[in-house]
């Protein structure tokens, strides 16, 4: 799929009609909804406004439970979960395709790790390419037996272990490596106790505590084996809207100077912290109607878009990086507009995601004529506050968030730009390039099926 992008010139007038959209369910939550989900005796309703706005890793975390026996069905107006206890799974009789997904890979091997039977787990070449060893050192103190290709990499032999309770501390702040070690910590003979160095996104913990698991939560997190949740048979979860996918669209409404608002966003502060920098960049925005269900906050956000005319360049460090990890890609080409020098650092883990998105955006902003430093941990930025980038051809390497992110900034190329492997999109938001649309014109963004 090719998406062809038609620039818009240069400083665009103020235009106070407002747009509203609504994000597809925020991913992150929704597959700890599926794999937890399953760990309950309930049934599970998940609403959705239509299948097309499940994404690929949503679906690669659908197929593995298929694979292990659970039922889960995506139907037209919900996804429907029935669960099937702590010792429900069955032996999978082929490999699990995590296919693009690190969350489906790296939840899987915490939850499958303390099975009684073997597991092997497969992906694409993206997430073949990326760290597991780190992920099995860890576990391996809890007694699991994971092997990595010699590359530290998928395919994962799991063999399944009892696994013993421990005192672990992560090596950085990861949600996905927090998030396995809980789940593994289900299956333990003794309580776990896990230590971050900062804070990642806390959506595990939060549904834990919310189904009713053995979790408590103080300066380190504790996991209580063997506690079944007494939930309702029957419950509904609504999942909020995705706020990393949010980002995206947060600004483009900034670049194209629109008012935007977006309903029912997850605004989880363990999320947000993109929020904070756009504040400083000089932009209004507001959070209304905040409510929690399941201990989740989410709201509604209203970008101000149409009020911005100068951009002030931001300063990002290792602090702020896991709390707006994915908003990164995104922020890169906000500073490209910035009136003055950006600069991230203590991002390296950049490097080790669907791409090396520090490699691929150093080099994709070189072509389009900005000058910028790229460190092993980060990167500087020069802005060019006229907004004009030489076209060039672009390069994402299949990776969602860098496709995404570059279909906006070649929104302020000198001439149309055709990006190809713009099906990338739906690993993460499949209504990505409509919604795009909305902001910009329908003849602006052309989709061209291949
Ligand atoms: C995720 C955590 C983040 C993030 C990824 C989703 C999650 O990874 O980049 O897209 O759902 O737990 P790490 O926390 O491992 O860096």
């Known amino acids: 799929m090719v998406a062809r992008i038609t620039p818009v010139s240069g400083m665009l007038p103020e235009n106070s009609e407002t747009v509203l959209l609504t994000m597809p369910p925020d991913k992150s939550i929704l597959h700890r909804l599926l794999f937890l989900g399953s760990l309950t005796k309930s049934k599970i309703q998940i609403p959705i406004v239509s299948p097309s706005v499940i994404s690929d890793d949503v679906i690669a975390t659908v197929l593995a439970l298929e694979s292990l026996g659970v039922p889960v069905d995506v139907a037209s107006d919900a996804i429907e979960l029935h669960g099937v206890g702590l010792r429900g799974y069955r032996a999978p009789t082929h490999a699990i395709n995590c296919a693009n997904s690190g969350t489906t890979a790296r939840l899987l091997m915490g939850l499958l790790a303390g099975q009684p039977f073997n597991s092997t787990l497969t992906g694409d070449a993206s997430l073949s390419s990326r760290p597991m060893k780190r992920l099995a050192n860890l576990l391996a103190e809890m007694n699991a037996i994971i092997a990595t290709d010699p590359r530290g990499t998928l395919p994962l032999e799991i063999a399944g272990q009892k696994l013993h309770g421990a005192e672990l501390t992560l090596p950085l702040a990861s949600a996905q490596m927090k998030s396995a070690v809980l789940l593994a910590g289900l299956f333990a003979d003794g309580p776990t106790a896990v230590r ?84 400083l960049m000089g932009i209004e925005l507001e959070a209304e109607h905040i409510t929690e269900e399941w201990n ?155």
């Open 196 to 279: 971050e160095p900062a804070h990642s996104r806390d959506h595990t913990e939060r549904m834990m505590s919310a189904f009713g698991f053995g979790i408590e939560q103080e300066e380190e997190i504790q996991i209580w084996p063997e506690v079944t949740p007494a939930l309702a048979d029957e419950i509904v979860y609504n999942v909020p809207g995705d706020f990393s996918c949010a980002a995206f669209l947060i600004a483009a409404a900034i670049l194209l100077r629109r008012r935007l608002v977006i309903s029912g966003v997850s605004l989880n502060p363990s999320r947000t912290r993109f929020l904070d920098i756009l504040t």
């Open 296 to 450: 989740e906050p989410r709201g509604d956000l209203t970008i101000y878009g149409d009020r911005v005319s100068i951009l002030a360049p931001f300063h990002i460090d290792e602090d702020d990086v896991p709390l707006l990890i994915d908003e990164l890609p995104m922020l890169m080409v906000l500073a490209l507009f910035a009136d003055g020098e950006s600069a991230i650092h203590g991002a390296s883990e950049l490097r080790v995601k669907e791409s090396d998105r520090l490699g691929v955006a150093a080099k994709q902003f070189r072509g389009f004529g900005v000058e910028i430093e790229e460190m092993e941990d980060g990167i500087v930025i020069q802005g060019v506050p006229n907004r004009m980038l030489r076209n060039t051809p672009i390069i994402h390497e299949g990776d969602h968030r860098m496709l995404m992110a570059f279909s906006i900034a070649v929104l302020f190329c000198e001439r149309p730009t055709e990006i190809e492997g713009a099906e990338a999109a739906q690993v993460s938001y499949p209504d990505f390039f409509q919604h795009l649309q909305r902001l910009c014109g329908r003849e602006r963004v052309e989709i061209i099926e291949a």
